[in-house]
Nanobody, 115 residues
Framework: QVQLVESGGGLVQPGGSLRLACAASGGPLSDYTRAWYRQAPGKRRELVAA???????TYATSAKGRFTISRDDAKNTVYLQMNSLNPEDTAVYYC?????????WGQGTQVTVSS
């Protein structure tokens, strides 16, 4: 069974940076699309960034120019580098992996942007 475990969340001041990591176990995910979603209190879960096995990326409008998704398939890990964070980025960030009919979620990591 595939398991995804996020790390790297925390409290950061506005304008700061964080790097989230999502490590997978239970099988290689090199041919999966990997993605990050987030959910703020009272809001729906939304896509932040996605990266296909072929290297194509998709970013939410709010993330473009500030966030970068990358993957290291040798480590079965996907990253989300977040720069220029603002309070609107405060949310639980979830890791996601999908291939055909199989999909998996991580448990989430809290990111709080506050002074």
């Amino acid at each position: 069974q595939v398991q995804l475990v996020e790390s790297g969340g925390g409290l950061v001041q506005p304008g700061g940076s964080l790097r989230l990591a999502c490590a997978a176990s239970g099988g290689p995910l090199s041919d999966y699309t990997r993605a990050w979603y987030r959910q703020a209190p009272g809001k729906r879960r939304e896509l932040v960034a996605a990266l296909t096995s072929g290297g194509s990326t998709t970013y939410a409008t709010s993330a473009k120019g500030r966030f970068t998704i990358s993957r290291d398939d040798a480590k079965n890990t996907v990253y989300l580098q977040m720069n220029s964070l603002n309070p609107e980025d405060t949310a639980v960030y979830y890791c996601y992996a999908r291939r055909l009919m199989a999909s998996y979620w991580g448990q989430g990591t809290q990111v709080t942007v506050s002074s």
